[in-house]
């Protein structure tokens, strides 16, 4: 599995001294068995503790009474495990009635066209976050390889069955080896597992650059999406390493603008289904379509803020039972939050990126909706690499606005 | 240099006072008789006058003074009031539009400061804190009006929350102006125990 990348690490690095390593018959049986066979086997690394995953998702579901959607919910991440959300998240990508999303993965191999150059021809290793279905990371890969020979592509999510559908077309499509490609389990919205994932990636890359990717607007799904960004940066970006970030954009932050965003999100009835599919998933909940609320707001001055959330409009309160067979009382008027997005003010990127601790290497921006009518929605794609050490001051004057320096 | 010459016209007359006294005292003690009234009269007339003068402007000043106190302690009233306005409040919600915020009043320091009604020794802890007041105060309404020349002129509406979190962020200038007008209404009232004492809170909470 490993062999290969390996001998691109320095021997002192990659085997410290008095430990004895004996070649393990487990993962040279696999690397030669994966060689020879057509099944579709796929390497899978399981770093998360299942258990603490579904302890999280009970706890969220317990959350207090809130009429806005700022109680119970299900987080990020969690949205997507399971088969069933899954499957409806593949059917959401494929909907036409979910313009952003369509648009998005079309548009995709053209707007990489116009990034890829600034990565130059330097050979990269690619560690997707949050691959979805791998069509934007095919696109990626078929690239990178012509300069790679030796490329591996790690994807990275917390839902397996998304890492099994991120890979599963990519080995027929690319022929890429299976022992090239290692889907990790883990859930890099937390600090600790991005720590041990750069561990990781340098006993088997050494100093080989990684280009690392966010793709799909996944950084607008969190709360904190502006840490997010900074930790990501932090923990995993070396200086020859690169960031592949794509985010949604709108031209303008007002309520009718967000109204409309939201709106974008509820023609699409499999998108519906994806966002309580979840909920489905993991209570008891007798999931009314009409009780599905989308709501638009804007969010610090910095991004259109749309929140799906389940709202109890029977008048009635409603006993949910949780697969841990506990019992939780949702109220009328109580709201679970399903999911949330957000599409950044394309002015205030900057700003974001410098208070994320990362640069712009290039860039390019799509509008989707040109009618003149209508909002501007678009998408952002963009190459990011870590701040220089020395540039630090720099960022953190970035970091103020000139609200800042008024009210300073 | 104004000074000093005021003191001089001070000195010429009380001295010019003092020696017409003077004359009119030897004058009565070697006169005899009925020329000894004219004496007398010029020394109780001189005597009504000064004291009848003195008086006067004695009244006067502090009548000035008590308007100035009355009117500057209403006006601080005033903005403790604005200070507690829904417009000076944090925008709750997702849903915050541009406005136009309130100005702290200080017309009535301005006044008081210029009209010398507090012009006694025990006075001069109140002006400096007048002084250092309306700097503030100042200060700050310039600051509201850069917030909203930059929303409303330069069609920057999307600010509005950094504004918003800038101007209500902790110990900001919005805690600080707080702050000093407590301040200075403790100094007022402990100072000044007689003025009425405004129902509003200058602490906002």
Redesign the interface.
């Known amino acids: 599995m490993t062999s290969q990348p390996l001998d691109d690490v320095p021997e002192a690095e990659a085997y410290p001294a008095g430990v004895l390593y004996e070649p393990s018959p487990v993962l040279s049986g696999l690397e030669s068995v994966l060689e020879r066979t057509d099944y579709p086997w796929a390497l899978e690394l399981v770093g998360e503790d299942q258990a603490d995953k579904f302890a999280t998702v009970m706890s969220d579901l317990r959350r207090r009474h809130s009429v806005t959607g700022d109680g119970k919910r299900i987080t990020s991440g969690y949205s997507y495990m399971g088969i069933e959300p899954t499957i409806a998240w593949a059917n959401a990508c494929g909907d036409r009635l979910y313009p952003v999303m369509k648009q998005s993965i079309e548009s995709f191999a053209g707007r990489w066209a116009s990034v890829r150059p600034s990565l130059g021809a330097v050979p990269y290793h690619y560690v997707s976050l949050g691959p979805g279905d791998g069509q934007k990371d095919a696109v990626v890969l078929q690239d990178l390889r012509r300069d790679n020979a030796q490329l591996c592509y790690v994807p990275v999510d917390t839902s397996t069955e998304m890492l099994r559908l991120a890979v599963r077309d990519l080995i027929r499509q690319l022929t890429l080896s299976r022992k090239r490609i290692l889907s990790l389990s883990l859930d890099f919205s937390v600090r600790e597992n991005l720590a041990e994932l750069r561990r990781l990636l340098t006993g088997m890359f050494g100093d080989t650059p990684v280009l690392f990717s966010l793709l799909g607007n996944t950084m607008a799904n969190v709360d904190d999406d502006t840490e997010l960004l900074g930790m990501l940066a932090t923990e995993l970006l070396r200086p020859r390493d690169r960031f592949l970030l794509e985010v949604a954009t709108t031209s303008s932050l007002d309520n009718d603008v967000a109204d409309a965003a939201a709106t974008e999100y509820e023609r699409s009835r499999s998108f519906g289904e994806f966002v309580t599919s979840a909920v489905r998933r993991y209570t008891d909940l007798h999931v009314d379509m009409d009780s599905v609320e989308y709501q638009g707001s804007v969010e610090r001055g910095h991004a259109l803020l749309i929140k799906i959330i389940y709202r109890n409009q029977t008048g009635r309160e409603i006993p949910i039972t949780l697969p841990d067979r506990d019992s939780v009382r949702f109220r009328p008027d109580d709201t679970i939050r399903l999911y949330m997005t957000r599409k950044y003010a394309q002015e205030r990127l900057g700003s974001m990126l410098a208070a994320s601790r990362v640069r712009k290497v290039a860039g390019t921006h799509a509008d989707f909706t040109a009618a003149n009518n209508r909002p501007r929605f678009g998408m952002e794609l963009m190459i990011l690499a870590a701040q220089p050490e020395g540039a630090q001051p720099g960022a953190t004057r970035l970091e103020r606005t000139l609200a800042d320096d008024v009210w300073g | 240099m104004r000074r000093a010459r005021s003191s001089s016209i001070a000195v010429l007359t009380f001295g010019s006072v003092g020696v017409a006294a003077v004359i009119s005292v030897v004058w009565f003690s070697v006169a005899s008789g009925l020329s000894r009234f004219e004496p007398a009269v010029q020394v109780m007339g001189l005597l009504g006058g000064l004291t009848g003068v003195l008086a006067e402007r004695r009244a006067s000043a502090r009548e000035r003074r008590r308007v100035a106190l009355e009117t500057l302690s209403d006006e601080l009233g005033r903005v403790a009031a604005i200070l507690d306005d829904p417009r000076l409040a944090p925008a709750h919600?997702?849903?915050?539009r541009p406005r136009v915020y309130p100005r702290l009043p200080v017309s009535a320091v301005d006044a008081t400061l210029v009209s010398g009604a507090l012009a006694e020794q025990s006075d001069t802890g109140l002006l400096g804190r007048l002084h250092r007041w309306r700097d503030e105060a100042n200060g700050f309404n310039r600051?509201l009006e850069?917030?909203e020349m930059?929303i409303f002129t330069a069609g920057?509406?999307?600010?509005?929350?950094?504004?918003d979190?800038?101007?209500h962020?902790s110990d900001?200038?919005l805690d600080q102006i707080r702050r000093q007008l407590l301040e200075l209404r403790r100094y007022l009232d402990e100072t000044h125990p007689e003025l009425p004492h405004p129902d509003a809170d200058p602490s906002g909470g």
Request: glycine content about 10%; proline content about 0%; hydrophobic content about 35%.
């Open positions: 919600g997702t849903a915050r600051r850069l917030t930059r920057a509406a999307h600010e509005v929350e950094d504004f979190r800038a101007l962020r900001g200038h």
